[in-house]
């Protein structure tokens, strides 16, 4: 089955760095998209960014310049690089793919479990 693995969250200081690492394992053909989205307490879920198959990339506004994202396509591996932390950064991040699922012979979405961000003084 198609899974997607997320690490690297953790507690962090305002200002200080995190990246997170997703992987994705299982009968894959094709990844269309991967990114990260987050929850914070309280909150919806929100898109924090997006890396497509041409290398597109999209950012939400209260990322942009602080944060990267990148991919590793022989791994099916993306990255979030995140600098300059600030508290409002604290949720849960969620990876996503969207896929080409070869057990189930279609394109299909999916989602991690979640990596917790805590950006406390």
């Known amino acids: 089955q198609v899974q997607l693995v997320e690490s690297g969250g953790g507690l962090v200081q305002p200002g200080g760095s995190l990246r997170l690492s997703c992987a994705a394992s299982?009968?894959?053909?094709?990844?269309?998209?991967m990114g990260w989205y987050r929850q914070g307490p309280g909150k919806q879920r929100e898109l924090v960014s997006t890396?497509?198959?041409?290398?597109?990339?999209n950012y939400a506004d209260s990322v942009k310049g602080r944060f990267t994202i990148s991919r590793d396509n022989a791994k099916k591996m993306v990255y979030l690089q995140m600098n300059s932390l600030k508290p409002e950064d604290t949720a849960v991040y969620y990876c996503?793919?969207?896929?080409?699922?070869?057990?189930?012979?279609?394109?299909?979405?999916?989602w991690g479990q979640g990596t917790q961000v805590t950006i406390s003084s």
């Open positions: 996503y793919a969207d896929l080409y699922d070869l057990s189930l012979f279609r394109r299909s979405d999916y």
């Open positions: 299982g009968r894959i053909s094709g990844i269309y998209a």
């Open positions: 890396i497509n198959s041409g290398g597109n990339t």
